[in-house]
């Protein structure tokens, strides 16, 4: 399972990357804007830092909701840097940009996924990633994890090559719960990774290995 960071923050994304797990990152504007990046050149600089951080692929989301404009705003992502993934959210133009830019061998992520007919349209366009929000769907009383469920099956029924992204994760059981379901990716914030250490019984029992030690090694 690759381990995406959803965030546009350097820090953790450095953090992260130090850690040696990371595959890549997400953003979307309003993880840009939370940084307090405004203005294309800024824009584009702040997405070079975080390619140059990273390894792997790198999300970054046009603004553009019209299909001629989704294509020039994705084209000059793509100058950025080789690991720069175009991502273009779920609606009719953005399909018809999505299979515009696979023809064109230009990766995309298709985001603002929220149904398996969705999930269908954006593997038959030609998606390199499919981004379900699971967090969003737990938020209105829907299980995030059943839409995981049902686009890893029909992806697996055709041998669709668009990687399921599970994004909008909100912690480690989420995690858990996709890898079991065989997402290929999950995106989350670094505070869902790290909460994946955590254990009591590997925190008493480190502390019980060390007080040993110093017992006879002073
Ligand atoms: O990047 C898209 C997605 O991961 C957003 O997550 O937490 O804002 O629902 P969230």
């Known amino acids: 399972m690759k381990f995406f960071i959803d965030t546009a ?3 953790e994304i450095k953090e ?3 850690m040696g797990i990371l595959d890549g990152v997400t953003t979307n504007p309003s ?4 940084e ?3 203005g294309k050149d800024n824009i584009f600089r702040h997405y070079k830092a975080i390619c140059d951080i990273v390894d792997g692929d790198v999300s970054a989301e046009v603004i553009a909701t019209d299909y001629e ?11 950025i840097d080789e690991k720069i993934v175009v991502k273009i959210p779920m609606i009719k ?15 995309t992520n298709c985001t603002l996924v929220f149904s398996a007919g969705q999930a269908l349209l954006a593997a038959k366009a030609g998606a390199s990633y499919v981004s379900p929000f699971i967090g969003r769907l737990d938020d ?8 995981i469920a049902q686009i890893v099956l029909i992806y697996a029924n055709y041998g669709y090559e668009t990687e399921v ?7 480690p059981i989420h995690i858990i719960k996709c890898a079991e379901l065989g997402a290929d990716v999950m995106t989350g914030p670094l505070s869902a990774i790290t909460a994946l250490l955590k254990h009591p019984l590997t925190d008493s029992g480190l502390e019980k290995f060390l007080a040993d030690h110093k017992k006879v090694n002073g």
């Open 9 to 11: 923050n350097l820090a």
């Open 16 to 18: 992260a990357q130090a």
């Open 31 to 34: 993880l840009m804007a939370k």
């Open 36 to 38: 307090g990046i405004s």
């Open 69 to 79: 404009g989704m294509i020039r705003e994705g084209e000059e992502l793509v100058t």
């Open 93 to 107: 133009d953005g399909i018809k940009a999505i299979k515009y830019f696979s023809n064109k061998g230009i990766r």
């Open 140 to 147: 209105i009383s829907v299980d995030g994890m059943d839409l």
């Open 165 to 171: 992204l599970a994004a909008s994760i909100r912690g």
